[in-house]
């Protein structure tokens, strides 16, 4: 075979496998044509063994920090709700009011209420205060009853504690000053029988970083029933009551969805849900719990969340970022958390935690590195908090129109979320749905 034969064979060979890979990319990018494109192809890519190029590109893309210059909107999407009611602040220490001198070579400083975090320690001419974060408020109530015993005179006390949640969370008080309009106060943005059952607000966290933005919705766990979805491709598979969509009888009673954690190459952890455990879970890692009441929780799995306890679903995603309000991603040191081995990859991100004040909260921010990710989820007063998905699109929040009717429309809660609609519309990625348990037919979700 002389050489012009060769390569003759070789390039009708690269040229068949171009065509069917542009076959394959467009069938994919077709068949999810409300995410973006660059989402779409890293999707396909890593479904087809691809993810190692997938992850390094995304570090190249991804290796420039946030701009330090305050920016002046915020990324929460405007709601037509009432204003917010006035709260009664928690007891803190007052903050530090002072002119800051920022990092070097960086915008001209700004006046700051300080906030010394990893990310953004104090400079040496500042005097900080800390804030302290939402605290739990407590009811104990100890008893003493006298009981029968071989032993005369001996009693028994047994001692309750009651933990009650706010009916409305605590403004967070603005980082950066001066404050934007609104930013920090909580909006209630989805009611159930006129009553709030989620709470937004957006702010700027990080007082050296103005740059950054998050946005933040809460819940009470008590309130609402959770239930754990499944993605056509996370986790896959067929026979699931809990599908890729929220359809059905499940619809009129849907409050709000949110997304769920890394796909399973990354390593997050567990994966139980319908009685079937698709990943082992693994002890120390951040979990979210679903009971079979449908409340929910977030704890590390092994301490404060048992095996011998009662779960519907569990879905874990690396270890905790956050554990007693104290930065601990740190202690993971050969911990993927998106590729951000070094703190070198700034992507918009997601996160979920239990609040100081027993309150859940979603949490999407960007751009920032992990530590950031960390340090802002301490400065909004997590107790025990874990990264959820990251990059693009991914980080996603949905409340829902018309309640009670089977013609929802999803609304997104920041304006750099993608589709309102993808959990209606059927989801690649596991996520959560939140919905009303008084109106939640039996049987409806699992």
């Known amino acids: 075979m002389n050489r012009r034969k060769i390569l003759k064979g070789i390039a009708l060979i690269l040229v068949g496998f171009s065509l069917l890979t542009t076959f394959s990319v467009t069938r994919y990018v077709l068949a999810h044509p409300n995410e973006p494109l660059q989402q779409n192809i890293a999707s396909w890519a890593r479904n087809n063994g691809m993810g ?6 995304e570090v190249w893309l991804h290796n420039e920090p946030p701009a330090v210059a305050p920016v002046d909107t915020l990324a929460l999407v405007p709601f037509d709700t009432d204003p917010p009611q006035a709260t009664t602040t928690l007891p803190t220490d007052s903050a530090t009011t002072t002119t800051a001198l920022p990092p070097e070579n960086t915008a001209p400083a700004v006046r700051r209420p300080m906030k010394a975090t990893q990310s953004c320690p104090a400079p040496t001419n500042i005097v900080t205060t800390t804030l302290a974060p939402g605290e739990t408020t407590t009811t104990t109530t100890t008893t003493t009853t006298t009981t029968s015993s071989t032993l005369p005179g001996e009693t028994t006390t047994t001692t309750t504690t009651t933990t009650t949640l706010p009916a409305r969370p605590t403004d967070v008080e603005a980082v950066i000053s001066p404050a934007i309009k609104g930013e920090g106060a909580w ?3 989805a009611k159930v029988r006129k009553e709030p059952m ?9 007082w050296c970083y103005g740059s950054v933005v998050a946005t933040m919705a809460t819940y009470d766990p008590t309130k609402v029933r959770a239930a754990l979805f499944n993605g056509t491709e996370i986790p896959g598979g067929k026979g699931w009551k809990n599908t890729s969509s929220i359809r059905g009888a499940a619809v009129r009673s849907l409050i709000a969805s949110f997304n769920g954690g890394f796909r399973f190459e990354h390593e997050p952890g567990g994966y139980i849900t319908e009685g079937r455990t698709i990943r082992k879970m693994r002890k120390g890692y951040a979990t979210f719990g679903i009971r079979p009441d449908g409340t929910s ?3 590390i799995w092994g301490e404060d969340m048992k095996p011998d306890e009662e779960w519907a679903s569990l879905r874990q995603n690396l270890p905790p970022l956050v554990a007693e309000n104290k930065s601990v991603y ?6 993927d958390w998106g590729q951000d081995f070094d703190n070198k990859v700034f992507s918009y991100r997601s996160a979920a935690c239990v609040r100081m004040d027993g309150l859940m909260m979603f949490i999407a921010v960007g751009k920032v590195n992990i530590g950031m990710l960390a340090d802002t989820l301490v400065i909004l007063g997590c107790r025990t908090a874990m990264e959820l998905d990251i990059n693009g699109t991914w980080p996603f929040f949905s409340t829902y129109s018309n309640f009670g009717k089977t013609n929802r429309q999803g609304r997104t809660i920041d304006t750099r979320m993608g589709d309102p609609d993808r959990h209606l519309n059927g989801a690649t990625k596991d996520f959560i749905g939140l919905f009303d348990p008084q109106t939640l037919k039996p049987g409806a979700v699992k």
Do not use: F, M
Request: glycine content about 4%; cysteine-free.
């Open 198 to 206: 989620i709470y937004a607000t957006s702010i700027r966290p990080l």
């Open 52 to 57: 190692a190029i997938v992850d390094q590109l």
């Open 187 to 189: 909006r209630a943005i």
């Open 297 to 299: 929780t977030i704890g």
């Open 330 to 335: 740190a202690s993971y040191k050969e911990v």
